[in-house]
């Protein structure tokens, strides 16, 4: 199976287990989908991995994992150029932020 192609699979089951509550489950599948979207060169799908993988890491309060993987994300997606990846990450940060009480 090609890389890029089992990475979509598994980040979309890491999706599903992130809607369903599951996010040990989605937090895992995330992170290898990162890892094959990294192997195979594809900054897209890894930014949007790790982007995702901190959502999980906010709802579980891994505040320093969460913060870790936006600023991966972020550093990424800067250096694509991709600026409507980098709002989604900034307004993740803002929402980790916000939720630890430090909206400054």
Same mark, same amino acid.
């Given at each position: $199976?090609?890389?890029?192609?089992?990475a !979509?699979?598994l +980040?979309?089951? =890491?999706?599903?287990d +992130? !809607?369903?509550? %599951? +996010?040990?489950?989605?937090l895992?599948?995330?992170?290898r989908? !990162?890892?094959? +979207?990294a192997?195979?060169?594809?900054k897209?799908?890894?930014s %949007?991995?790790l982007?995702?993988q901190?959502?999980?890491?906010?709802? $579980?309060?891994?505040?320093?994992q969460?913060?870790?993987?936006?600023?991966?994300?972020?550093?990424?997606r800067?250096? $694509? =150029?991709d !600026?409507? =990846?980098?709002g989604?990450?900034? =307004?993740n940060l803002g $929402?980790?932020?916000?939720r630890?009480?430090e909206?400054?």
């Amino acid at each position: $199976m090609e890389l890029v192609e089992e990475a !979509r699979e598994l +980040y979309e089951r =890491g999706i599903d287990d +992130y !809607r369903a509550g %599951e +996010y040990d489950d989605a937090l895992e599948a995330l992170g290898r989908a !990162r890892e094959l +979207y990294a192997q195979a060169e594809d900054k897209k799908g890894e930014s %949007e991995a790790l982007n995702d993988q901190a959502v999980v890491c906010i709802q $579980m309060e891994l505040w320093d994992q969460a913060q870790q993987l936006l600023e991966e994300a972020l550093s990424i997606r800067q250096e $694509m =150029g991709d !600026r409507s =990846g980098q709002g989604i990450t900034l =307004g993740n940060l803002g $929402m980790m932020y916000e939720r630890l009480g430090e909206s400054d």
